[in-house]
């Protein structure tokens, strides 16, 4: 029986992934911050641990041989330093305590964001980084840390990038009956997606069958814009489509809540990160998974995956 290790197992991608890898029979434990999505989690069998894997104290004998280790802690809204505890100082934390433990792999799962504002054409595995924002500067800190990781010490790391994740649960379509939801910019602009239930299959993918140091991106077969996305969310859920926010607008909106949170010490509705990966073209190609992992999506692009949204909308999709 393979054994899963989940940093963040609580969150919205953590929690699918442990009950993707039950229903294949893994054996699953994890490390999370939500007691109530422990409890549920541990309805099915996984052992979860609350703790904060920013604290090398904490993640002290976390790592058993032959463990496949999914780093799936992450902040985009959060003030600079928690992104920075969070997307570096954990991978940090991490790979020191399962160093010479033997696992099979560690497989970190980030955004986009390295790609900066991205790219009128595909973009690959291969496309270089260019990061204009916090996170995706300290994204790529990250992965070069555990490149020399891989390089020094053989630490088994992989890496995912995953585009915009949805899927029932997230209130989408509550959000645009209330008005809540707004584009930036019209949205205009292209971003790939991934369905929830998809990601989690690339990630059992990637751990089982995945080579250490390669890249891969978690992505659809259908780039499509933002607006195109909603405008069909929409119609299928008839509900009235987002309105939208001037670019300009939304960055005095970034600087103010910036200042706010000099004060508050917290997240913020809108913040430069989020506005970069809303606003970039991500055009991504899920050659590698398809081809090099075989991966068979449930949700091959944003039309099939809109249904199961709809088929939630009654519980808070």
């Known amino acids: 029986m393979p054994n899963?290790?989940?940093l963040g197992v609580t969150g919205y991608t953590g929690s699918t992934l442990a009950r993707c890898l039950v229903e294949h029979g893994w054996s699953v434990r994890g490390i999370g911050r939500s007691d109530t999505a422990a409890a549920d989690l541990e309805d099915l069998g996984v052992e979860v641990e609350i703790a904060d894997?920013?604290?090398?104290d904490e993640l002290q004998g976390i790592g058993r041989k032959d463990d496949h280790v999914f780093y799936l802690v992450g902040s985009v809204n959060g003030a600079r330093a928690w992104i920075e505890r969070v997307c570096l100082e954990g991978v940090k934390a991490a790979e020191a305590s399962l160093t010479n433990t033997d696992i099979a792999s560690f497989v970190l799962v980030q955004t986009l964001a390295p790609y900066g504002t991205g790219l009128p054409g595909p973009i690959g595995e291969d496309t270089p980084d260019r990061p204009n924002s916090h996170l995706g500067r300290v994204s790529v800190r990250a992965e070069t840390h555990l490149r020399a990781a891989l390089e020094e010490r053989n630490f088994p790391v992989r890496f995912v990038r995953a585009g915009t994740i949805y899927g029932p649960g997230r209130r989408t379509i509550r959000s645009m009956r209330d008005g809540r939801l707004r584009l930036i910019g019209g949205g205009l602009n292209t971003a790939s997606r991934i369905h929830v239930s998809d990601l989690a299959k690339v990630l059992h993918a990637v751990a089982e069958r995945g080579c250490d140091g390669k890249m891969y991106l978690a992505v659809d077969d259908?780039?499509?814009?933002?607006?195109?996305?909603f405008d069909r969310l929409a119609e299928r859920a008839k509900v009235p489509a987002p309105g939208s926010t001037p670019r300009w607008l939304a960055q005095l909106m970034i600087k103010f809540f910036g200042a706010t949170s000099l004060i508050t010490r917290g997240h913020v509705p809108l913040s430069h990160n989020l506005y970069a990966l809303v606003t970039a073209n991500y055009a991504?190609?899920?050659?590698?998974?398809?081809e090099e992992l075989g991966v068979d999506l449930a949700y091959p692009t944003y039309v099939e995956g809109i249904e199961s949204l709809l088929d939630e909308d009654g519980k808070d999709a």
């Open 284 to 290: 991504c190609s899920n050659t590698r998974v398809r």
């Open 4 to 6: 899963a290790l989940i």
């Open 222 to 229: 259908l780039p499509v814009s933002l607006n195109a996305y």
């Open 53 to 56: 894997v920013a604290e090398p």
